[in-house]
């Protein structure tokens, strides 16, 4: 399995950036998808999922409203657009795979995949 994020970058404050996770090696459809970020000195943390099965979706509070997190199943990939981002959102950003379960989508530890990470940056 293979998890290929891009899109990061740097940004100023209420700009947008999308990342996008490509995925191989994997059954996509039956697959829950996540997006994790960690800023230095910080654990990771949880910021979007979408349980690929159903296609419903999960934010952390600070991201709903401004982040949106969607799939193209024909490529295998997950996006996560990001709007009016703020300073508080630079981290590095990782998608993460589990196989499909009933648990909540935001548990850290359930996912059994990972990214390399990609830096985003914002900043005036």
């Known amino acids: 399995v293979q998890l290929q994020a891009s899109g990061g970058g740097s940004v100023q404050p209420g700009g947008s950036l999308r990342l996008s996770c490509a995925a191989s090696?994997?059954?996509?459809?039956?697959?829950?998808m996540g997006w994790f970020r960690q800023a230095p000195g910080k654990e990771r943390e949880f910021v979007a999922g979408?349980?690929?099965?159903?296609?419903?979706?999960a934010y952390t509070d600070s991201a709903k409203g401004r982040f949106t997190i969607s799939r193209d199943n024909a490529k295998n990939t997950v996006y996560l657009q990001m709007n009016s981002l703020k300073s508080e959102d630079t981290a590095i950003y990782y998608c993460?795979?589990?196989?499909?379960?009933?648990?909540?989508?935001?548990?850290?530890?359930?996912?059994?995949?990972w990214g390399q990470g990609t830096q985003v940056t914002v900043s005036s």
């Open positions: 993460a795979a589990r196989f499909g379960t009933l648990r909540p989508i935001e548990l850290l530890d359930d996912y059994d995949y």
């Open positions: 090696g994997l059954t996509f459809s039956t697959t829950d």
């Open positions: 979408v349980k690929l099965s159903v296609g419903s979706t």
